[in-house]
Every structure is written in structure tokens, then in C-alpha cells.
């Protein structure tokens, strides 16, 4: 089974189907020199009119900044391209999946976090459009233990005043966003040992999507 990541970045949506067991190739405007598969470099959405029949299935994460709770306090432009790009996909019949931020206008989207997998120890939301549709997560949602919280460059831990970088000592899961978090740590929370600081911020854990990719081989 052949894969298309659209907006690849650094491959962390990669790497979750490689193991749910497809070749993927991932496309992006910007170089990524880090992602770990077949990789072109280009305009996303030209690449998946001219090359997605090729592919079994296609994912697609689009730039998130429009719907993050972080837009309202910037005053740049971000680009709207749920709509086109679900509209790309939907042209090639073939099936989909488009993540996005909470807040992202996606039709009935499934809603993954890290506290559903056992190896995580991040707390990251993030929603999934499916077609076909996948109703159910793997798990629940539960927001126990200790998280750090982003800020300006760095993390309150729980209540008491004091100030740290979100690191796996001092808390249960880390929220890996902004600069408020040890990278090395980050890496193991969302394994994935290969980004960047900021890779990392943008990042699919890949055990989201190799639970995704197991249940898309169940539909196709």
C-alpha cells in the first residue's frame, strides 16, 4: 500500500504509516531534510491533482496557524486551506484523512491526545477527518498526572509560582509548543528522537497515525 503525506514537514505523520505498514512519500513547499522517506519538494495540492491516483491513500495536514488559539493575538495572514485541500483529495476518490488544531473547520473529525497511547507523555489534541469515516478513538482522553503548560519561554509547574522548562523530571506529560520545553525530553515524550525544537512543535506523534493507518487498512 503506497501513501501520500501532503504538508509533510518532518515526517512524524510518516512515520506512524510506515509502521501501520505503507511506503509513503511526503510533499511540502519547503525543504526537509530530515524526513525519513521519499520526499518532493513542491506545491502540495498540484502535486496530489497530477500524482494522487497513484496512491492508496492520502493525509493531508494543512497549515494550522488560521485556526490555532494563537491567531486572534497575531496580526499576520495565515492561508485557509482545509477547504481546497479537501476538495483535492475528495477529487481523487481515493481515501483521506486531514489533521488539523481544534478549532480547524473538519466535518465530524475524530479527536486524538496523547494520554490514549501508552507511550506518549504528551498532551497534544489534534483532529482527524476520515474518509471513510473512523468514529471511535483507541482510548479515552484523561488529563491525569502533572502537564507543563506553554507560556513565554517557559512552564508553571502545577500552582506553586515556580518557573521550569517542560521536562519528563518534573512532570507527567509535557506540552511541547513555543520554546517552553527540553527538546531532548519532547523527543521522548512524542517519540520521535529525529526533529528539531521546532520540528517538534508541528509534529504528529507518530503513534497517532499508525493507529490511524492500522484502521484505514481496515476500510480500503
Known amino acids: 500500500m503506497k501513501a501520500l503525506d501532503l504538508f509533510c514537514k518532518a515526517g512524524g505523520t510518516a512515520m506512524g504509516l510506515h509502521r501501520a505498514g505503507f511506503d509513503v ?9 530530515r524526513y525519513p522517506f521519499e520526499f518532493v519538494q513542491g506545491d502540495a495540492l498540484q502535486y496530489v491533482a497530477q500524482h494522487g491516483h497513484k496512491y492508496d491513500l492520502i493525509v493531508a495536514g494543512p497549515p494550522c496557524q488560521m485556526y490555532s488559539v494563537t491567531a486572534a493575538l497575531s496580526r499576520g495572514g495565515y492561508p485557509d486551506l482545509v477547504g481546497p485541500t479537501r ?8 481515501p483521506y484523512f486531514i489533521e488539523n488544531v481544534p478549532g ?15 507511550e506518549l507523555r504528551v498532551r497534544r489534541h489534534r483532529l482527524f477527518e476520515c474518509w471513510p469515516a473512523i468514529w471511535f478513538p483507541p482510548g479515552m482522553c484523561y488529563h491525569w498526572g502533572v502537564a507543563s503548560s506553554s507560556g513565554r519561554g517557559k512552564s ?16 507527567d506529560f509535557i506540552t511541547v509548543a513555543g520554546c517552553d520545553y527540553v527538546v531532548a525530553d519532547a523527543r521522548v515524550a512524542m517519540g520521535i528522537p529525529w526533529m528539531t525544537g521546532k520540528e517538534l512543535s508541528q ?11 492500522r484502521e484505514m487498512l481496515k476500510l480500503i
Do not use: H, R, S
Open 156 to 171: 508553571k509547574k502545577n500552582l506553586t509560582g515556580g518557573y521550569i522548562a517542560g521536562n519528563l523530571k518534573n512532570f
Open 87 to 94: 476538495e483535492a483529495l475528495k477529487a481523487t476518490g481515493k
Open 104 to 118: 480547524a473547520p473538519l466535518i465530524n473529525p475524530l479527536m486524538l491526545c496523547g494520554t490514549m497511547f501508552p
Open 25 to 33: 512519500t511526503g510533499v511540502d513547499i519547503e525543504p526537509q531534510p
Open 203 to 213: 509534529a504528529i506523534p507518530p503513534a497517532y497515525t499508525e493507529w490511524l493507518g
